[in-house]
C-alpha cells in the first residue's frame, strides 16, 4: 500500500483530501503545518507528499525545499496544494522542487490522475 504524506492546515480540506485518496486504497499520514511534517519525516518516508503552500510558521516552499535537499527524501514526489493560482505561484514551487503543483478547488479526478503518474516513475 502507497503512504502518502498530507500536509495541510485546514481541518476540512485535509480530511476531504484523506478520505479521497483513503478511498482509492492509499494510507495516508496528515499533519496540520510544515513542521509536523518534517518531523515524520524523521522517521518515515512516504511514497508521496501533498504540501499546502500556506501553512503556519513555516510555508508550504520551505517544506518542499528541505524535502528535495535532504538525502533520504530528495526522490520523494511532492504535489504542491494551493490556493494560490497566479503563474509565478507555480513558477516558484517548481523552482523549490515540486514535482507537480495543482490549484484549490481541484477535481478529484485531476488530484488522483497527478498522484498516479508520479507513483508509477
Not at 513555516?58 to 494560490?84: A, D, F, W
Request: aromatic share 4%.
Amino acid at each position: 500500500m502507497k503512504k502518502i504524506l498530507l500536509v495541510e492546515d485546514s481541518k476540512t480540506t485535509r480530511e476531504i483530501i484523506s478520505n479521497l485518496l483513503t478511498k482509492q486504497g492509499l494510507l495516508v499520514h496528515s499533519v496540520a503545518s510544515g513542521e509536523d511534517a518534517l518531523t515524520v519525516l524523521k522517521t518515515t518516508i512516504p511514497d508521496l507528499v501533498i504540501l499546502d503552500i500556506i501553512l503556519p510558521k513555516m510555508n508550504g516552499y520551505e517544506v518542499c525545499r528541505h524535502i528535495k535537499s535532504t538525502e533520504k527524501t530528495q526522490n520523494v514526489p511532492v504535489i504542491l496544494c494551493s490556493s494560490k493560482k497566479e503563474e509565478f505561484d507555480r513558477y516558484w514551487g517548481m523552482k523549490q522542487g515540486a514535482d507537480d503543483y495543482i490549484c484549490k478547488p481541484f477535481q478529484a479526478s485531476e488530484l488522483m490522475k497527478m498522484i498516479g503518474k508520479l507513483l508509477r516513475k
